[in-house]
């Protein structure tokens, strides 16, 4: 299963990466990208870099427990840390895998509801493609109780440090934005409010638990809890939370209440402080992670009662976000095009967009599209009117260098999907799977590239 989910994520990768690069709208430039896509490419890269090592991992390990080879295992001559090894040299990225994109969701969002550009443009981008590149030097810092050499650890503390440079980097720029802008504090912004403060205090213990005599007294602990859920839950959930509110009414047509969400993020914040900070005094205290109790002399029966307590505000906080989400894709006021007057060009069409998003190509002229305040955006000429076509641009300038025909609609994908998913389930139980499953999903690839024709052969 988690080749599975491997295999799927390295194929949107693929097609992030080539659109972005070949399939910008006319004049959108390096320099002109939204930060959103920006981040959507670092993490890109970031998944097809790091998602062969888990699978290899996951492949070895199927291998020996249903082919019988051994190589996880000591007694056999195999290595239990290369497991460590290649499952954290994926691990460690997957963290950013999941933060890059809240970084371009905090970006966006900032940019809007400051109504004015994100401050250092280019050092935003440089910090993103910084953090995608030290990601993969910090895997050993998850195993500096391993036994592993001490001169070794040293270098990965030194560059679990470094990645702090680029994230402080971006809190600064958001906060020079908000500082020059006029803040309009809508229910989406104040959740990247919450994100910087608790991302913040995470990334602070995160310098921390990069320190080998610091992270050997609290590793396993519920200091180390309490720390991945600020930089995972602070840098990811509640740039999501602030996401959906953003795109809510693109996406459905319907707002959701602004009311509500004031709520919603104001139980979220106090109930996950309340819940998350007092386990770092915990974990201070000895309180080991993944042992479900413990003797009732131990100092902990306090504080553990009131994260417990604590829980039922942030349960309640969620609770109220998906009865606000339902009600309002249900019964949501109307959404007019561009509720937040954002300057990306999604806001330039109707709420919910049509499948085909432009009937006509807009191009882009800056690096707000939409800032002009013009009537009318300007668009590229000279595509088809009968059939959906696409222009493929340069990678830099993203100058037109010719015209494609968008594929048309097939089930083979479909079955393609259906088959691969049955052959890595089927896997799971006996290898022959290997053998017998791969008949139907070679099938249905064939169909699915099979040479077709384009609608330029039949005109």
């Known amino acids: ?15 992030i990466v080539v ?21 959507m490419l670092v993490t890109s890269f970031l998944i097809i870099l790091a998602m062969p090592a888990i699978m290899i991992a996951s492949s070895a390990l199927i291998l020996d427990r249903l082919v019988g080879t051994h190589v996880f295992n000591p007694a056999e001559g195999g290595d239990v840390l290369l497991w460590q090894h290649l499952f954290w040299f994926f691990g460690h990225p997957e963290v950013y895998i ?20 994100v401050f250092g443009y280019l050092a935003m981008v440089m910090a993103l493609i910084a953090t995608g590149v030290l990601a993969f030097g910090l895997w050993v810092h998850h195993m500096f109780v391993a036994g592993l050499p001490r001169l070794g650890e040293s270098f990965f503390t ?55 005599p610091f992270d050997t007294q609290v590793h396993d602990t519920y200091f180390v809890v309490a720390h991945f859920h600020y930089v995972l839950v602070g840098g990811a959930v509640f740039p ?30 106090a109930g996950f402080n309340l819940t998350f900070f007092p386990m770092h005094i915990l974990g201070l205290q000895g309180m080991p992670r993944r042992i479900y109790t413990y003797q009732p002399e131990m100092p902990w029966s306090g504080l553990n009662m009131f994260v417990s307590l604590s829980a039922v505000i942030l349960a309640a906080g969620f609770l109220l976000f998906f009865i606000d989400a339902i009600r309002s894709a249900v019964s949501g006021a109307a959404a007019p095009d561009n509720p937040w007057d954002a300057s990306t060009l999604e806001w330039s069409t109707s709420s919910p967009p049509p499948p085909y998003n432009f009937s006509r190509l807009p191009v882009v002229s800056s690096l707000s599209a939409l800032s002009e ?37 097939s089930i083979w994908p479909l079955w393609s999907a259906l088959a691969t998913t049955v052959l890595l389930i089927w896997s799971i139980f006996t290898p022959w799977a290997v053998v017998w499953g791969s008949i139907p999903v070679s099938i249905a690839l064939i169909g ?12």
């Open 448 to 459: 699915w590239f099979w040479p077709k024709g384009t609608p330029e052969d039949d005109a």
């Open 98 to 117: 999941i933060f890059l994109p809240a970084v371009g969701m905090v970006s966006t969002i900032v940019a809007t509801f400051t109504r004015r550009p």
């Open 19 to 39: 659109t972005v690069f070949k399939q910008r709208a006319p004049g959108m430039s390096l320099d002109r990208i939204p930060l959103f896509v920006w981040s």
């Open 240 to 269: 999501l939370l602030g996401a959906i509110y953003y795109w809510f009414p693109k996406i459905t047509g319907r707002m959701m209440s602004e009311t509500l969400g004031r709520w919603v993020f104001a139980l979220i914040f």
């Open 373 to 409: 305040k013009s009537e009318t955006l300007p668009v590229a000429s000279g595509l088809a009117v009968d059939r959906r076509e696409l222009i493929v641009s340069s990678v830099v300038e993203a100058l037109p260098e010719a015209r494609e025909s968008s594929p048309g609609n």
């Open 1 to 15: 299963m988690i080749t599975f989910t491997e295999v799927s994520a390295l194929a949107v990768a693929v097609e």
């Open 158 to 212: 030194a560059s679990s440090m470094a990645i702090a440079i680029p994230a402080g980097l971006q809190i600064f720029c958001w906060l020079a934005t908000m500082w020059a802008g006029r803040p309009v504090f809508k229910t989406p912004f104040l959740f990247i409010i919450g994100f910087m403060v608790i991302f913040v205090i995470g990334g602070m213990t995160g310098v921390m638990v990069a320190s080998v």
